[in-house]
C-alpha cells in the first residue's frame, strides 16, 4: 500500500528557513501529482503547494508564493518542500499529499494519499 512519510519539520525562529522531505512506499511522484498541505492550529487544512507528474509545473499559494518552493528528486523518488523567510503564520502541522490518478496535474481533483504530517514551529 502507498505510504508517504514526512521529516523535516522542526522549530525555527522568524526569518529561517527548513526543507521538509517526503520519501514514498509504492507510489513514484513523477507519475503523480503530489503536493504540500499545512494545517495550523485551529483552522481547516490547506494547499500549500502542488507538483503536477512529469514536466513538474507548480503551484503555490499566495501566502507562501516567491518564499516556498517544491520540488522533487525524481532518482531518489523524494518530494521536497524548501521554505525560506518563515513567518509565525507559517506554523503547523506539514502533510505530504498524492494523487491517484497517473498523469495528474495540479490543481488536483483532490488528494488520495496522505503522510502523517510533520510539526513546522516558527517561534523567537
Known amino acids: 500500500q502507498v505510504q508517504l512519510v514526512e521529516s523535516g519539520g522542526g522549530l525555527v525562529q522568524p526569518g529561517g528557513s527548513l526543507r521538509l522531505s517526503c520519501e514514498a512506499s509504492?507510489?513514484?511522484?513523477?507519475?503523480?501529482?503530489s503536493g504540500w498541505f499545512r494545517q495550523a492550529p485551529g483552522k481547516e487544512r490547506e494547499e500549500v503547494s502542488c507538483i503536477s507528474s512529469s514536466d513538474g509545473v507548480t503551484n503555490y499559494a499566495d501566502s507562501v508564493k516567491d518564499r516556498f518552493i517544491i520540488y522533487r528528486d525524481n532518482a531518489k523518488n523524494i518530494l521536497y518542500l524548501q521554505m525560506n523567510d518563515l513567518k509565525f503564520e507559517d506554523t503547523g502541522v506539514y502533510y505530504c499529499a498524492g494523487d491517484r490518478v497517473e498523469g495528474s496535474t495540479c490543481p488536483t481533483a483532490g488528494m488520495n494519499y496522505w503522510g502523517k504530517g510533520t510539526l513546522v514551529t516558527v517561534s523567537p
Open positions: 509504492m507510489f513514484t511522484f513523477y507519475y503523480y501529482a
